[in-house]
């Protein structure tokens, strides 16, 4: 079974203060990890696919990396308007096009 | 700008009472997702559709939810009788199948309808 923690479960940063937000996950045979933002009452906004470790990409001031354990989200310098929550999620070769879905990382981002 | 559309954005309901929600994919998307999101259980698959053929729906409770795609272009999500444990937001996602070149694996999102029931 496919399986997504996220750490840490809220974070709060100043303006300008760079962090990362960790997603641990164990899946039979990685086909992607998916990284998405959402915003109080709306759905899920994708940002990010990976497919194999070692990969990274880069939006604006995020950048996604992964790891055959694990993928980062790095937030360099953030804005008010980074606050959300971002949540990670998995497709295993086993699950068909499911993604399984960490509970995810509420981002606040004081100025 | 292609987008998954939802509807009802909001639904209050008494318990006892039939809940349809409905769905129009992104034109072209072949596989269709139903999700569940509460603030215990985070983000929980329901079922999901691939050319309108119901492929999973182990996350369903079958004696009160069902699922269909009467066509490509609506997918629907009833609740008969509903309770009060179904207050949560229901999200609709599409995509294509896996290995396909366009916009590979991923999934998107509509913005959900916000069930109550009461």
């Known amino acids: ?37 959402q915003d109080p009452g709306k759905g899920p906004e994708f940002l990010f696919t990976l497919y194999s470790a070692g990969e990274e990409k880069e939006k604006e001031r995020l950048k996604a990396t992964l ?28 699950s068909g096009s499911r993604l399984t879905f960490g509970e995810g990382t509420q981002l606040t981002v004081n100025p | 700008d292609a987008r998954v559309t939802q509807t009802p954005r909001h639904k209050v309901t008494e318990m006892g009472q039939e809940v349809t929600m409905r769905c129009q994919p992104i034109l ?57 444990r179904d207050s949560a937001v229901y999200f609709c996602a599409s995509g294509l199948k896996p290995g396909t070149t366009y916009s590979g694996n991923t999934i998107y999102f509509g913005e959900g309808s916000w069930l109550t029931v009461v």
Not at chain 1, 22 to 33: D, E, H, I, P, Q
Not at chain 2, 32 to 44: A, I
Request: net charge negative; proline share 7%.
């Open chain 1, 1 to 37: 079974e496919d399986q997504v923690t996220q750490s840490p479960e809220a974070l709060r940063l100043q303006e300008g203060e760079s962090s990362s937000l960790n997603c641990s996950y164990t899946v039979s045979g990685l086909r992607g990890l998916f990284w998405y933002r």
């Open chain 2, 28 to 84: 072209g998307h072949n596989t269709v997702f139903w999700y569940r999101q509460t603030m215990m259980q985070g983000l929980e698959l329901l079922a999901y559709f691939r050319n309108r053929a119901p492929l999973d729906d182990s996350g369903m409770p079958k004696d009160r939810f069902s699922a269909e795609m009467p066509d490509a272009t609506l997918a629907t999500l009833k609740i008969q009788p509903s309770e009060p």
């Open chain 1, 67 to 94: 790891t055959k354990k694990e993928s980062f989200l790095h937030i360099t310098a953030p804005k008010p308007e980074d606050s959300a929550t971002y949540l990670c999620a998995v497709q295993g070769e086993t």
